[in-house]
Nanobody, 118 residues
Framework: QVQLVESGGGLVQAGGSLRLSCAASGILFRFNTMGWYRQAPGNERELVARITSGGTPTYADSVKGRFSISRDNAKNTVYLQMNSLKPEDTAVYYC????????????WGQGTQVTVSS
């Protein structure tokens, strides 16, 4: 059974930074593309970044140049470094193994809340 545990969220002022972590178990982590998603109130969940098993990242246009995704296969953990945060980045952030088409594969974890104040 896949378990995903996100952490690192919090309240930050606009322009600030946060680093999110997601520890995964129950999957062959190093073989999976991993994605970070977010869901703001009233909005659908969206993919903001993903990283292939080989370490190649891709980003949504809304976060490109501000967010950086990375992974540590030895720790079965994927990270999301978020810089220059904006109020519109406020959302619950989730990670998930991800297909090549950006679709989540597993059940969702509890997520971690990111709130950016203006």
């Amino acid at each position: 059974q896949v378990q995903l545990v996100e952490s690192g969220g919090g309240l930050v002022q606009a322009g600030g930074s946060l680093r999110l972590s997601c520890a995964a178990s129950g999957i062959l982590f190093r073989f999976n593309t991993m994605g970070w998603y977010r869901q703001a109130p009233g909005n659908e969940r969206e993919l903001v970044a993903r990283i292939t098993s080989g370490g190649t990242p891709t980003y949504a246009d809304s976060v490109k140049g501000r967010f950086s995704i990375s992974r540590d296969n030895a720790k079965n953990t994927v990270y999301l470094q978020m810089n220059s945060l904006k109020p519109e980045d406020t959302a619950v952030y989730y990670c998930n193994p991800t297909t090549n088409w950006g679709q989540p594969v597993a059940s969702w974890g509890q997520g971690t809340q990111v709130t950016v104040s203006s």
